[in-house]
Nanobody, 128 residues
Framework: QVQLVESGGGLVQAGDSLRLSCVAS????????MGWFRQSPGKVREFVAA????????YYTDSVNGRFTISRDNAKNTLYLQMNSLKPEDTAVYYC?????????????????????WGQGSQVTVSS
C-alpha cells in the first residue's frame, strides 16, 4: 500500500507561482514512475506532467510546457510540481499519482490507467 499526500495548493493571482509537493510512503519511491494530473469543475481529469523513476526523463502536456516543472527528490520520497506564470485556466484540483508496477527507470507514462495510487488532491485557484 502506498499513500500519497499532497500540499502546496492555494489561491493566487494570474502570473504568480506555486509549488505543489507530494510525499509518498514506502521504501521504494525511487522505483515509482510519478505523474501529476488535474481536474477542473465539469471536466474530466487530464494529464499534466510525468517523470521517470530516476527523474531523468520528463514530459508535459502542451498547455503547461515551459511554465511548469516536475521534479522529484528520491531521498525525501517527494514529488514536486513548480508552477510559474499561472493562468486562470490552470484552476483545478491537482493530483499526484504513482505507478509502482513498472520495473524500468528510464521511461515515464502519461496514461492514467498506468497509475496505481493517487493522492487526495490539492486545490489550485488562479484569479484573473
Amino acid at each position: 500500500q502506498v499513500q500519497l499526500v499532497e500540499s502546496g495548493g492555494g489561491l493566487v493571482q494570474a502570473g504568480d507561482s506555486l509549488r505543489l509537493s507530494c510525499v509518498a510512503s514506502g521504501r521504494t519511491f525511487s522505483s515509482y514512475r510519478m505523474g501529476w494530473f488535474r481536474q477542473s469543475p465539469g471536466k474530466v481529469r487530464e494529464f499534466v506532467a510525468a517523470i521517470s523513476a530516476r527523474g531523468g526523463n520528463t514530459y508535459y502536456t502542451d498547455s503547461v510546457n515551459g511554465r511548469f516543472t516536475i521534479s522529484r527528490d528520491n531521498a525525501k520520497n517527494t514529488l514536486y510540481l513548480q508552477m510559474n506564470s499561472l493562468k486562470p485556466e490552470d484552476t483545478a484540483v491537482y493530483y499526484c499519482a504513482a505507478d509502482i508496477n513498472y520495473s524500468g527507470s528510464y521511461y515515464y507514462t502519461v496514461r492514467e490507467y498506468d497509475y496505481d495510487y493517487w493522492g487526495q488532491g490539492s486545490q489550485v485557484t488562479v484569479s484573473s
